[in-house]
C-alpha cells in the first residue's frame, strides 16, 4: 500500500463558496453607497526587475480586491500612483480618504517604494481593515496571515509542530502571532536560520515571496499541510511560489500557486467588510477539516522512522487506515468553508 497522492488545497473553492454566502448582503451594502479604497504603485520602465515583478505581483492582487469588494456593493477607488509620487502627494490622499465618511476601508498594497512606507501610518485605524498599521491597527494580522491560520486550523487540533518559515515578514509574523494566539505550537524560521527544521514540523507554512526556498530536502511525506504563500510573477510570465515545483507532490495536502492563498485573502477581506459595515455579529468563516495520516501512520507505510514519542500502528492497518482516509475525503470534497 502507498501513500495517498498529494491533494490540492482549492483555495478558488473557498472564495467561491464565501461570495455565495455572502451574496445576500449586497443590497445592504450598497444601499448605504460605501467605498473602498484599493492604493497600489506602478513601476517605471527603468527600475530593476524586481521590482517590475512585485509590483506586478501587487496589480494582480489589488484587481483581485477590486472584483471582491464590487460583488459585495461596494464602490471601489482603485487607484495607480508612480514610484516617484513625492511623501506630500501620497499624505494628501491618505488624508482625504481618511476624511470621507463614504470611505470604509482603505488598503494600501505592499510593498510601497520605501520613501512612502512611513506615510501608510497616517492611515486611520478604524480604516485599516488589512491591518498595515500593526498593533495600531484594529485588525489582529492581516488578511493573509488570518486566512493562512483558518486554512491550518483543521490539521492541527492534535497539538502539531507548525514551521513558519518567513516569521519576521509582514505575514509570517502574523501567522506566528495568530497560532500563538490559540495555543499552537510555532517554529519560527527566518532569514538565517537553518530550513532543515522544517522537516521535524507537522505543518509548513511558507510566507517569503522567495521563489522555490523550500525543497524536496525540506518536505517529508509526514507534513500533513503545506500552506505556500509566496506569489512572485517571473520574467517569463509565469507565477513562482516558495515551494519548488519538484517538492510540490511530497506533502499530503498542499496549497497552489496561484489558486490558493491568494482566493482565501479575498475571502478574508469580505469578510472583514461585512463584518464591519453589515453584520458585526456575524461569526467568521471557518474551513472544513480534511483527512490526513499521522506521523505513526506514515511511518507505518514504511516512508518514515517514527518520530520519537510516535506511535505508529501495524503495517496493514495504517495501510487499510491510508485507504480509508483518502476515499473518505474524495467523498466529501474537503477543503470549502464550513457553512
Excluded at 31 to 51: E, G, M, N, T, Y
Excluded at 214 to 236: C, I, K, N, W, Y
Excluded at 249 to 270: C, D, F, N, S
Aim: with cysteine; hydrophobic share 40%; aromatic share 4%.
Amino acid at each position: 500500500m502507498t501513500l495517498p497522492p498529494t491533494r490540492e488545497f482549492s483555495g478558488a473553492s473557498v472564495l467561491r463558496s464565501v461570495r455565495e454566502d455572502l451574496a445576500p448582503y449586497r443590497d445592504t451594502i450598497a444601499a448605504q453607497h460605501k467605498r473602498v479604497s484599493v492604493i497600489r504603485f506602478a513601476a517605471d520602465a527603468s527600475d530593476p526587475s524586481l521590482w517590475k515583478r512585485r509590483m506586478e505581483a501587487s496589480r494582480v492582487s489589488a484587481e483581485q480586491k477590486v472584483k471582491a469588494f464590487t460583488h459585495l456593493g461596494y464602490e471601489v477607488d482603485h487607484t495607480v500612483l508612480p514610484r516617484s509620487t513625492s511623501a506630500a502627494d501620497f499624505a494628501a490622499l491618505i488624508d482625504q480618504r481618511n476624511a470621507d465618511p463614504a470611505t470604509s476601508a482603505v488598503i494600501v498594497q505592499y510593498p510601497p517604494p520605501p520613501h512612502l512606507a512611513p506615510v501608510v501610518q497616517r492611515l486611520d485605524p478604524r480604516k485599516d481593515i488589512d491591518a498595515l498599521l500593526g498593533e495600531r491597527s484594529m485588525q489582529v494580522a492581516c488578511a493573509t496571515a488570518d486566512g493562512i491560520v483558518r486554512v491550518v486550523r483543521p490539521f492541527a487540533q492534535d497539538n502539531p509542530t507548525i514551521a513558519v518559515v518567513g516569521a519576521r515578514g509582514f505575514v509570517g509574523s502574523g501567522v506566528v502571532r495568530l497560532l500563538e494566539a490559540e495555543g499552537h505550537r510555532a517554529m519560527p524560521l527566518d532569514a538565517g536560520d537553518d530550513l532543515g527544521q522544517v522537516r521535524n514540523a507537522d505543518i509548513v507554512v511558507s510566507a517569503t515571496g522567495n521563489p522555490h526556498v523550500l525543497t524536496a530536502d525540506h518536505l517529508r511525506a509526514h507534513h500533513r499541510l503545506v500552506v505556500d504563500s509566496g506569489f512572485m510573477p517571473q520574467e517569463d510570465g509565469s507565477i513562482a511560489g516558495d515551494i519548488h515545483p519538484d517538492a510540490k507532490q511530497i506533502p499530503q495536502h498542499i496549497t497552489p500557486v496561484p489558486g490558493g492563498i491568494g482566493p482565501v485573502e479575498m475571502a478574508v477581506l469580505m469578510d472583514r467588510a461585512v463584518r464591519q459595515d453589515a453584520d458585526p455579529s456575524r461569526q467568521p468563516w471557518t474551513c472544513q477539516p480534511a483527512p490526513y495520516l499521522s506521523r505513526g501512520d506514515v511511518a507505518a507505510l514504511g516512508s518514515l522512522a517514527p518520530a520519537s514519542g510516535a506511535v505508529a500502528g501495524a503495517g496493514v492497518g495504517a495501510a487499510a487506515h491510508a485507504e480509508s482516509v483518502h476515499r473518505r475525503g474524495i467523498e466529501r470534497g474537503d477543503g470549502g468553508p464550513a457553512r
